[in-house]
């Protein structure tokens, strides 16, 4: 079980976040406060594996307790503030949830931090776990504003998911080529795939995750993107060509 603190000055969003714990059989809520002092002195005590952060707090707030923190606990912003995403991102979080929160992309993170968290599948200290920042209160299949957070050789990158085409791995490195470039970053597909939502993106081979929304074609087990020809492979046949009938009409 993952032991989880909650901090926010905002008792509902609290509570909201206590009953999502409830319902993951992974998670087990420790404490939920809305003192961050009080949080911190836990934190520092080794008490906790994860923290739900709120990130606008009159006392102290939520980068000012990553900061003193130090590693001490993963951690999971939550806000109704975007601007602190890249901040975030910078001071190793595991992810950043949008209020309000829904619990699709609450378990979605959840799994994330166990990931991470957990040492049997704990990534390597070079890879850098994409963040995704959700956009709150939208029609389920409108990610328009849904954005991720990459590491690129001289900076961090913020890519928007619906300009992206294709994701190709390659070895030690991903492509992820969007409407405008190739972005190149170190991380690997897996941990890639379970970044994006899985709505609007699947995972088609080994070394290709492909964009729903972006294919112009399927040709047998073939997908065409643009010029792009993505070979499906044996492995993820049954489940792809499963999602494409169920998008049927």
């Known amino acids: 079980m993952i032991r989880c603190l909650v901090v926010d000055d905002e008792p509902l969003a609290l509570h909201i976040i206590e009953d999502y714990i409830a319902k993951t059989p992974f998670l087990t809520l420790v404490k939920a406060t809305t003192n961050p002092i009080e949080a911190l002195t836990i934190v520092q005590d080794g008490g906790v ?3 739900y952060l709120d990130v606008q707090m009159p006392e102290l ?3 000012q307790f990553l900061r003193i923190a130090n590693g001490k606990a993963k951690v999971i912003l939550t806000t109704a503030y975007p601007q602190y995403a890249l901040e975030g991102y910078e001071l190793d979080v595991i992810d950043y949830l949008l209020k309000p929160i829904a619990f699709d992309r609450f378990f979605k993170s959840a799994q994330k931090a166990q990931s991470i968290i957990q040492p049997a599948t704990k ?3 070079s890879e850098q776990q994409p ?3 959700a956009a709150p209160a ?3 299949d409108d990610f328009s504003h849904d954005f991720i957070f990459v590491k690129t050789e001289h900076k961090i990158q913020k890519v928007y998911l619906h300009d992206i085409l294709y994701i190709e791995g390659l070895k030690d490195y991903i492509s992820i080529f969007t409407t405008a470039e190739r972005i190149i970053t170190l991380q690997n597909m897996k941990k890639m795939e379970d970044a994006l939502p899985d709505r609007h993106f699947v995972r088609v081979h ?3 995750i492909v964009a729903l929304n972006k294919i112009d074609s399927i040709e047998r087990s073939r997908i065409f993107i643009g010029d792009k020809v993505i070979p499906v492979g044996d492995t993820y046949r049954d489940q792809f060509f499963k999602m494409i ?3 049927n009409v």
Do not use: F, H, M, N
Request: glycine content about 4%; charged content about 25%.
């Open 49 to 51: 594996d994860l923290v």
């Open 61 to 63: 707030t939520g980068i």
């Open 123 to 125: 990534a390597p200290a």
């Open 131 to 133: 963040i995704v920042v």
């Open 138 to 140: 939208q029609p389920q």
């Open 206 to 208: 080994k070394s290709y």
């Open 245 to 247: 009938e169920d998008r």
